[in-house]
């Protein structure tokens, strides 16, 4: 039975590694809001990273948005390196849960899960990277589960609101869901918006990795699932969608890959019945396609050599139509910037034998929120780890490397992201 030890003697109930980041200040800020959240109303948390220098001016800068004298007396200083093992295991051993802002997850993430296994700390990430989030799950479920740790991947934008989302529209849905597609559509005020070159890193190495993800796969060598309802057709490469009245596209993040992992862990830990799904976003109007191509013809070539990735790496936006920058979205175009997720489901309404006929039943909902990156992304993690603190016998009875949807779909996340800004609601 895996156990999370909220009165342990670990002195600290998180630890933000990668407090620094441009994303792990913003998780910084969040934690210092929702201590009172913690159990029994306190939470202990600590900070770490490789520079001391960097983290007090973190704490500085965050004790500054929130109008604190300081916040240095309240929060300890860990420094930890990705590159010295002794650093990661003495940094574990301080936590109940390591809240894991360091990427790309591909360079730097396993050392973190591995030491985090090996001194009994939970893990909780936000890589929206299929490769490592199917990797770890390869290579540390059975030590995760003896060892009774959690690891759980994709807790910021990618994929809490997504693999959430197909969960709350199956518990709306009076009767048996069989399929939902996802449409994303993303607002900004007039300055626009745009993403932190950290997340644009991970999606080069990424997308010139993409060969790797397939042979992984082969190797967890599974079933297919059962098939349940009308299959559900793949959409086109681009296509105008009546749902969201626009133009639209495959999403290429992470969401298929988890929704369909916690698909599967419901199927063979609950004999549910699984939720086909799709996953598009919407891009706008013409315009914006013939940037999305432009971007994207240069984007396919270059990520295909070192000396195309150095260049995309370099010029992050010029090559995305300054949709990625070095610098990160100012604080007016976070505050100005949401998005939607609308979830169009079919399946059998009650009564109805979902193995004869057609489905005969409709649903939609929405997730809405704030800023992707930096604002719901930071709730969605500090909700999950707070989840994890406060309701610890409602996860999965063992450890393991889990998703967020097969990790918390027993508990409140749902009712806890509600209350900060992440709406989940019913058409
Ligand atoms: N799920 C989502 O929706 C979502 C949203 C936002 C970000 N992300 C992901 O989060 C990750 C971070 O993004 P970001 O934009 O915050 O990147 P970033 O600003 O470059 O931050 C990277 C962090 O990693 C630290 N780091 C690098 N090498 C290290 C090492 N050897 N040892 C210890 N720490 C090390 C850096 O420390 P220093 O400060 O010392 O350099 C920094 O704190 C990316 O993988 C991104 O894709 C996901």
């Known amino acids: 039975m895996a156990r999370v030890e909220t009165s342990s003697n670990r002195p600290y109930h998180l630890v933000i590694f ?29 900070v770490a990273g490789r520079s001391r220098q960097k ?4 704490l500085e800068q965050a004790a500054a948005v929130l109008s604190k004298s300081e916040l240095r007396s309240e929060v300890d200083i860990i420094v930890a390196d990705v590159e010295e093992p002794d650093s990661l295991a003495a940094m574990c051993k301080q936590a ?14 396993e050392p ?25 799950q390869l290579n540390y479920s059975s ?28 518990d709306q849905f009076k009767g048996t869901l069989t399929a939902v597609e996802s449409f994303l559509t993303v607002g900004s005020g007039d300055d626009g918006g745009c993403i932190h070159d950290g ?6 190495y990424g997308f010139s990795d993409g060969q790797k993800l397939q042979s992984l796969r082969r190797k967890f060598n599974h079933k297919p699932l059962p098939s349940i309802g009308s299959k559900l057709k793949r959409r086109g490469s681009l296509f105008f969608s009546n749902e969201i009245q626009q133009y639209t596209v495959p999403f290429m993040g992470s969401d298929p890959s988890v929704v369909k992992r916690t698909q599967r862990f419901l199927v063979e830990e609950h004999q549910d019945k699984p939720v086909q799904y799709g996953a598009y976003a919407g891009i ?33 936006e010029f090559f995305s139509f300054g949709f990625f920058s070095k610098a990160g979205p100012t604080r007016k175009q976070m505050d100005e910037s949401s998005f939607q997720f609308a979830f169009y489901g079919e399946g059998y309404t009650d009564g109805q034998d979902p193995s004869q006929g057609k489905p005969n039943g409709k649903i939609c909902t929405l997730v809405q929120g704030p800023e992707c990156g930096y604002v719901a992304t930071p709730i ?23 998703t967020p949807g097969a990790a918390f779909a027993k508990t409140t996340l749902t009712d806890r992201l509600n209350k900060h800004g992440i709406k989940f609601s019913v058409v």
């Open 18 to 46: 990668g407090a620094s980041g441009f994303t792990g200040q913003f998780v910084v800020e969040e934690v210092a809001r929702t201590v009172s959240e913690g159990p029994k109303g306190n939470l202990k948390w600590a």
């Open 112 to 136: 973190v899960v591995k030491a985090c296994v090996e001194n009994g700390a939970h893990h909780i990430d936000i890589s929206g990277e299929p490769q490592f989030l199917e990797g770890m």
């Open 380 to 402: 969605a993690i500090v909700q999950a780890a707070l989840t994890m603190l406060n309701e610890p016998t409602a996860l999965p009875k063992t450890g393991g490397v889990y």
């Open 199 to 204: 997340t644009w890193q991970s999606a080069i």
């Open 284 to 316: 706008g109007g013409i315009g914006n396609i013939i940037k999305l191509m432009f971007a994207g013809m240069m984007f396919w070539v270059l990520v295909k050599f070192s000396f195309g990735r150095n260049l995309l790496i370099k010029h992050p």
């Open 96 to 109: 109940v849960i390591v809240l894991n802002c360091v990427g790309p997850y591909r360079f730097y993430g």
């Open 143 to 170: 030590q995760a589960a003896d060892k009774g740790v959690y690891i759980i991947g994709s807790c910021g934008f990618d994929s809490i609101p997504a693999d959430m989302g197909v969960l709350y529209t199956k």
């Open 55 to 58: 983290l007090e001016k973190v």
